[in-house]
């Protein structure tokens, strides 16, 4: 992988009439990540990817994919012949069986893993004969996950991927989809609103919010910069606003004031210690604290 | 892979189809012997006005079986059922199954939006030209059946107008499903138009010579051995802006 990036969007913007899907987001996924693009439903994610794959146009703004340009139609080809893609709705063709799919979908890729394809059919027990529109949930996901990872895709691009799946299913797939991550050099770049299912698997993350990144970055920098800082005082909490970079949001109730600090805790703590505060707590934040304080403070 | 999922998609419109041209051109065929037994009571229809005159003119051109073959199949049964036909397999496609499911699923692959619609055309245009070609070519094979001959010249000849015309119907009702994503508004609206083309040319007198159907059934050829070269030529042009009108409204879509 030569680019340091799979995929770049910058100020990307897309408008339905006079609905603002996308407001100027910008995001750069690292060849090789597991990227978790985390947001409430409606906040622009699955618009993001529909543009990633050329299935819609950018109002204005930048969208890359392999350094390809999403919107012209040849690179979205191009785009799309290295790219495994799940839909939210797993999204297949009904009217054919389980066989036929598979066949179909081996004929645009010359570099289909046949190896692969059997290891799936048997791992996730896929019944050849039946019809597409006869699987259930679960089955359908685990057929739509066979189809993306045998085709040697280098970027995977998942729209929350166990949307409607059982505890056991989402296991197994979010599972075999880490396990095949661990074996093939690629990208995984998926969608969701599940906190714990990002935490789970990711090693990079975005949230986005009303189609704008509030956060991105590694998963590991953000639990180290992110810090809640607890303040009690004798009496009720002062009204005051904080000089030092990175206070992402100040809370107080009664006595007590919540700092939560994204950029380290060390300048914060200085100007709240000079507040006379009778105790001094620093807690670590954990991806769904982070994702409550961020989107949260934009409402 | 792209034309065997058309294939699919259509395949049992196409069938059924195939099915029933044949069995009606088979019963036109037959047709010709109960019509030629009443030919003698003929002259005791006593019609006036517009229908008097269509009625003569029907009974004139029946006395020949190559004018009964003309009218029964060329101008009323295939150019009535094949444009229900073409219609019907113009409908459909990418769009329309976005409702159904599957859109997704196949814009993901790597093929262009162009290419998924030229192949979709493709295929229904080549399904259509097997249905009104085949059964057409049961005429000149089954005449013998009945002691009769059909030149196998003029069932190409009148298949292949029926085809170039009525292909303006599919590419009608193909850009109509570009535009409505439910498979019943374009299948409906292409068929009005039908409709209401076939009603001005039995209407108002003059339009006829100029109607798409007049062009299908190949008239011209019937009665002066030439091909309506005009009307393929205008009927062909039509398809291919309505084609090109599909494509352009596919690429500019978003999903």
Not at chain 2, 71 to 87: I, K
Request: contains cysteine; charged residues 20%.
């Amino acid at each position: 992988m030569s680019d340091p990036f799979v995929i770049e969007t910058a100020d990307l913007r897309k408008s339905y009439g006079g609905v603002e899907a996308l407001r100027g987001l910008t995001v750069r996924v690292p060849a090789g990540s597991i990227y978790g693009f985390l947001g409430k439903h409606g906040a622009g994610k699955t618009t993001m990817i529909k543009i990633l794959l050329g299935m819609a146009r950018p109002t204005s703004g930048r969208a890359l994919v392999f350094g390809l340009p999403a919107e012209t139609e040849q690179q979205s080809v191009e785009i799309r012949r290295r790219t495994g893609f799940v839909s939210e709705d797993k999204d297949l063709d009904d009217s054919m069986t389980v066989e036929e799919i598979i066949r179909f979908t081996r004929g645009f890729y010359p570099s289909w893993r046949v190896d692969l394809e059997q290891q799936y059919l048997r791992t996730f027990e896929l019944p050849l004969d039946r019809k597409v529109r006869k699987l259930s949930r679960g089955t359908r996901t685990k057929l739509a996950l066979l189809l993306a990872l045998s085709r040697a895709a280098r970027l995977l691009i998942l729209d929350e991927p166990t949307s409607g799946l059982d505890p056991a299913v989402t296991e197994e797939v979010l599972q075999s989809l880490v396990a095949h991550v661990a074996r093939e050099e690629m990208t995984v770049f998926f969608s969701s609103h599940h906190i714990a299912e990002v935490d789970q698997v990711a090693d990079h993350v975005a949230i986005i919010d009303r189609g704008r990144a509030v956060i991105a970055g590694g998963l590991d920098d953000l639990r180290e910069g992110y810090r809640r800082i607890q303040l009690v005082f004798d009496g009720a909490a002062p009204d005051v606003s904080f000089r030092a970079p990175g206070v992402a949001r100040v809370r107080c109730e009664g006595r007590v004031m919540t700092v939560v600090s994204s950029d380290g805790a060390e300048r914060i703590l200085e100007e709240a210690r000079a507040l006379g505060p009778r105790s001094v707590d620093v807690f670590p934040v954990t991806l769904k604290e982070i994702f409550l304080e961020t989107v949260s403070s934009e409402d | 892979m792209l034309w065997y999922k058309s294939w699919l998609d259509t395949r049992w419109r196409f069938l059924i189809g195939l099915g029933l041209l044949m069995i009606v051109a088979c019963g036109t065929l037959f047709d010709y012997v109960a019509t030629r037994q009443l030919m003698p009571l003929a002259g005791s229809i006593n019609a006036t006005g517009e229908i008097g005159r269509r009625i003569k003119e029907a009974i004139e051109l029946e006395r020949e079986y190559r004018g009964f073959v003309w009218l029964q199949w060329f101008r009323q049964n295939l150019s009535q059922m094949g444009t229900l036909f073409a219609v019907l397999l113009g409908s459909g496609g990418l769009l329309s199954r976005a409702s159904g499911g599957g859109a997704l699923y196949m814009l993901s692959l790597p093929a262009s939006r162009n290419r998924l619609a030229g192949v979709r055309a493709a295929t229904g245009l080549a399904e259509f030209l097997v249905l009104v070609v085949v059964p057409s070519l049961l005429l000149p094979l089954l005449s013998p059946a009945i002691g009769q001959r059909y030149s196998i010249v003029d069932a190409l000849v009148h298949s292949g107008c029926l085809f170039v015309a009525g292909a303006a119907f599919f590419s009608l009702a193909f850009l109509l499903s570009t535009v409505f994503g439910d498979p019943w508004r374009p299948l409906l609206l292409a068929c009005f138009v039908a409709l209401a083309l076939a009603a001005s040319e039995a209407t108002i007198q003059g339009f006829s010579r100029f109607g798409i159907f007049h062009v299908m059934s190949g008239e011209v050829y019937f009665r002066n051995g030439q091909l309506p070269w005009l009307g393929l030529l205008a009927t062909t042009a039509v398809s291919a802006a309505l084609l090109y009108g599909a494509t352009r409204n596919l690429a500019r879509q978003d999903f």
